[in-house]
């Protein structure tokens, strides 16, 4: 007989959840999970490997524990005056901001996110076993300064997320909204800028509102602009306080050697990791434009992803695509989807998939 979950002890609170999880599928086109799905450049890929190799000759002695090295080359790439007690790390933002939920939501505590946002805010703060409210965008996924701050004024949560630019909408969020909630709420607001290089060049960072703001954090990540998604790097900047919490929660040695190994050595080569971002930009833009030719509502993105609107059937679209060898994400945005801005190869093949599918399937 095949033990099922439901047969297990399972925490109350987790029964009937499911897993986070996008389709994987060993298609041609595969723009569903904002990869950054440029090669790492060979020059900075032979960096890594041999400074991953010199790392292997010490894998039988435990890392870093504080990955010092990587703190401070963080700090510096951020700038900002920036120190590296300031700065922390993960395997990807999302342990980062579960080490932040560990240490100020939990049992009987609050999290909070103006939906939709990114799905594994509500699961990781589940996964802590504290409560997840959702609050409300406008039509066109924006917040406003005054909206987000009574939203958050009346909920008083522990913690509050704010996306910027958001996922899966790709939203950008100003400062005013980030200033505006921090005001109203006594607890911990994380400004998750995972797309943050995407943004237009003269975008302020929620970095510089980080003095005399305790309980503000900024995360980001290697995954996107960096190419970086295998590797597992996430990090945050926040007042060394704020930090010093979250080394009540982390496992020990929690970032390995070779982690610390490989981000050292790509961000030796932050200028040239970087470069292909203006490339993937001008393929977002691209499609914008194309996809409202084609009679779509693209939104305006400052991330590495176009959200459209207008799609009749979402399903029977993301099939039709699926059957071309293009994998794209359906979000669960009624009559909307959501696409990855590719190489320029990878984005015509996109556009001309969606095209032979016919307008607004």
């Known amino acids: 007989m095949t033990t099922r979950l ?29 990869e950054n799905t440029h090669p790492v450049p060979q020059e900075v890929a032979d960096d890594i490997l041999d400074s991953v190799a010199r790392a292997l000759r010490e894998i039988n002695r435990y890392p870093d524990r504080e990955f010092t090295a990587l703190r401070e080359a963080f700090a510096d790439y951020l700038g900002h005056g920036l120190t590296a007690e300031q700065i922390w790390a993960g395997n990807g933002s999302n342990e980062v901001l579960q080490h932040l939920l560990q240490a100020f939501a939990g049992p009987g505590r609050t999290a909070f996110g103006f939906a939709p946002t990114y799905s594994m805010y509500p699961l990781l703060t589940r996964g ?19 909206s987000a701050a009574a939203q958050v004024a009346q909920v008083q949560p522990d913690v509050v997320f704010l996306c910027a630019p958001n996922n899966p909408t790709g939203t950008p969020m100003g400062l005013d909204v980030v200033e505006a909630v921090y005001d109203a709420t006594d607890g911990i607001v994380i400004v998750d800028e995972a797309y943050q290089e995407f943004a237009p060049r003269d975008e302020r960072s929620a970095l510089t509102l980080l003095p005399g703001r305790e309980r503000l954090a900024v995360s ?29 929660v982390r496992l020990p040695y929690h970032l390995s050697g070779l982690t610390q190994a490989a981000a050292l050595a790509a961000l030796a080569h932050a200028p040239v990791m970087l470069g292909m971002v203006d490339e993937i ?50 979000v669960g945005i009624p009559h909307h989807l959501r696409v990855t801005a590719g190489t320029a190869e990878e984005t015509t093949a996109f556009l001309d998939a969606l095209a032979s599918v016919g307008s607004k399937v």
């Not at 996008?22 to 041609?28: C, D, F, G, S």
């Not at 990090?235 to 009540?248: K, Q």
């Not at 393929?283 to 194309?290: E, G, I, K, L």
């Open 220 to 248: 980001r990540t290697m995954s996107k602009a960096f190419a970086f998604a295998g590797a597992r790097v996430g990090y945050l900047a926040a007042d060394p306080a704020l930090v010093d919490a979250l080394r009540l």
């Open 281 to 330: 930009v001008a393929q977002r833009d691209r499609m914008s434009a194309t996809l409202s030719a084609l009679g779509y509502t693209p939104y305006d993105s400052a991330t590495n992803f176009v959200l459209f609107g207008g799609v009749d059937d979402p399903a029977r679209t993301w099939r039709e695509l699926y059957d071309r060898g293009i994998l794209i994400r359906d």
């Open 128 to 146: 802590t076993g504290a409560q997840w409210i959702a609050g409300e965008r406008a039509h066109d996924f924006t917040v406003s300064p005054e």
């Open 6 to 34: 439901d047969d297990l002890p399972l925490r109350d609170d987790l029964r009937g959840l499911v897993p986070y999880g996008a389709p994987q599928a060993p298609l041609p086109i595969a723009l569903n999970v904002n």
